[in-house]
């Protein structure tokens, strides 16, 4: 069956850097765009970043830009959100999505704290 399987969260200090993790099985990763989307307590989730299947156009969020970095292996079935300069302001619990205009899945999510 789909599943899609994020790691890497936790808790960390202001300033410093987590990457995230998002492994896909049961679909052809290779032919979805995937996006990181995240929920902080109390609020709607929302966009991060998105990057196309061949990873050929990749967009951000302004609040991330420059800090942030979206990638992609085809050949491991996985996406990783590099995540630099970490601000408290980023915690939320962390969504790894797949698209492909037919089709839309969601991974179960992974909690990052970002706190002193």
């Known amino acids: 069956q789909v599943q899609l399987v994020e790691s890497g969260g936790g808790l960390v200090q202001p300033g410093g850097s987590l990457r995230l993790s998002c492994a896909a099985s049961?679909?052809?990763?290779?032919?979805?765009?995937m996006s990181w989307y995240r929920q902080a307590p109390e609020k709607e989730r929302k966009l991060v970043a998105t990057?196309?299947?061949?990873?050929?156009?990749?967009n951000y969020v302004d609040s991330v830009k420059g800090r942030f970095t979206i990638s992609r292996d085809n050949a491991k079935n996985t996406v990783y959100l590099q995540m630099n300069s970490l601000k408290p302001e980023d915690t939320a619990v962390y969504y790894c999505?797949?698209?492909?205009?037919?089709?839309?899945?969601w991974g179960q999510g992974t909690q990052v704290t970002v706190s002193s």
């Open positions: 990057i196309t299947s061949t990873s050929g156009w990749i």
């Open positions: 999505k797949a698209n492909s205009g037919w089709d839309t899945y």
């Open positions: 049961g679909f052809t990763f290779s032919n979805y765009a």
